[in-house]
């Protein structure tokens, strides 16, 4: 185990010291842009006013002889545009594909000094994390970044579940963790066809009581893992994230499970169509009803101790902090959007 007075140690000489406290950013969505298309990417410069974070997709989806020129597209949309808030991801492919150590190697070289987050997927434990790490420390040392590029694992093979709390915790550049519900799927042969969301199939039957048809519940295939992601999250002070919903003919489903996420304690969550951009800024985005009550605990215990009632519900020292998440999030919509900004009343 890392001593506690090494662990924030830059890993390279010349590297820039880690984080201690993450960056406080809004990340509602983190929007996959496949950068070998250049359609597509011609409207990054639009996507910037519209999203919180703007991901260069490297992995999966991109066929095997597009790698290439993703790579190359994603570098030249990182330096043609000015990213101001909106954060700039890229997700490399995984560390065992012959492309990840060019992944890493061209675009820090070529734009690490714009870069945020590297997302790294099929995590199966700390070991993938403390390779990286390193690899990023000689190479922000190289090149001379001064802000550390951190590190989003995405949680999507069961040896990662097992692991997800040392990966949690497995470096001060650890940024969050999305669930990969495909792979995730896959690893564990899990028998849908779906990326997240329900399925028909999961479900509880009420009680037989001699009517013919019995009500059918169904549950969420998520729930046990987004709980153990927000809680390996949570305790190492990083954040959690929903990943990818793959139907994009169901807005109602994806809005759904996103939501549940959002109660559960994620941050955001992946949004793959334009469509969903939308849905991920409602999600999560508290509600301004929750909002206006929060504010009101807030107000009347400013000292954050004691016990009050409100509207006939008792309040107390965890209750106002439960108001206060719920209002921390608010001011950090309302500095950037100020249409919720009113709706707040903030
Ligand atoms: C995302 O990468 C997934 O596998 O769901
Ligand atoms: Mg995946």
Redesign the pocket.
Known sequence: MKLPRQFYQPLAIGAPAPWRELPVKLERMIHFVPPHLDKLRAKVPDLLRQVDVVLGNLE?AIPADAKQAARRGFIEMAKVSDFGTTGLWTRINALNSPWALDDVIEIVGAVGGKLDVVML?KVDGPWDVHYLDQLLAQLEARHAVKKPILIHA?L?TAQGVNNVEAIAAASPRMHGISL?????AASRAMKTTR?GGGHPDYAVLADANGESARKKFQQDLWHYTIAKMVDACAAAGIKPFY??FGDFSDPAACEAQFRNAFLMGCAGAWSLHPSQIDIAKRVFSPDPAEVAFARKVLAAMPDGAGAVMIDGKMQDDATWKQAKVVVDLARLVAAKDPDAAARYRL
């Open positions: 999966d997927p995405i999507e990969g519900p495909a792979d995730l990326v990943g990818p």
